[in-house]
């Protein structure tokens, strides 16, 4: 996203959300997704079209999201927290290919 100074790890992890629909909208015959994270504020402000922070990324969010549904009319989605993202499959992986993206480098 940025600067640290500029922006937050909320904003991050509604970034995360936003991608995670994104791969199901390439995906066909999708009828049931759990999507899981670790900061439970980003997951509340799914549940909501009220503005606050990094509104313009859920504002996103739920665009996609009816993109998603049209897409996938019988979708059952999930959206769940996650301890810390603890025991997760691929976690440790995404968590290298963030600090290299970090560092400048980009897989990418």
């Known amino acids: 996203l940025g600067n640290a100074t500029y922006h937050e790890v ?4 509604c970034v995360g959300l936003i991608l995670a629909l ?3 909208l390439q995906q066909d015959e999708v009828s049931k997704v ?3 994270a670790d900061n439970t504020a980003a997951i509340q402000a799914t549940a909501t079209d009220k503005h ?3 509104h313009y990324l859920l ?3 739920h665009s996609l999201l009816g993109h998603v549904r049209e897409r996938h009319p019988s979708l059952k989605l999930r959206i769940c927290w996650v301890l810390g993202h603890t025991g997760v499959e691929g976690n ?3 968590d290298e290919e963030a600090k290299l ?5 980009s897989s990418y």
Do not use: C, K, N, P
Not at 101 to 105: N, Q
């Open 10 to 13: 909320y904003e991050g992890e």
């Open 22 to 24: 994104h791969l199901l």
């Open 34 to 36: 759990s999507i899981q």
């Open 52 to 54: 606050g922070a990094a």
């Open 59 to 61: 504002d996103h969010f």
């Open 92 to 94: 440790e992986r995404a």
């Open 101 to 105: 993206a970090v560092r400048g480098h």
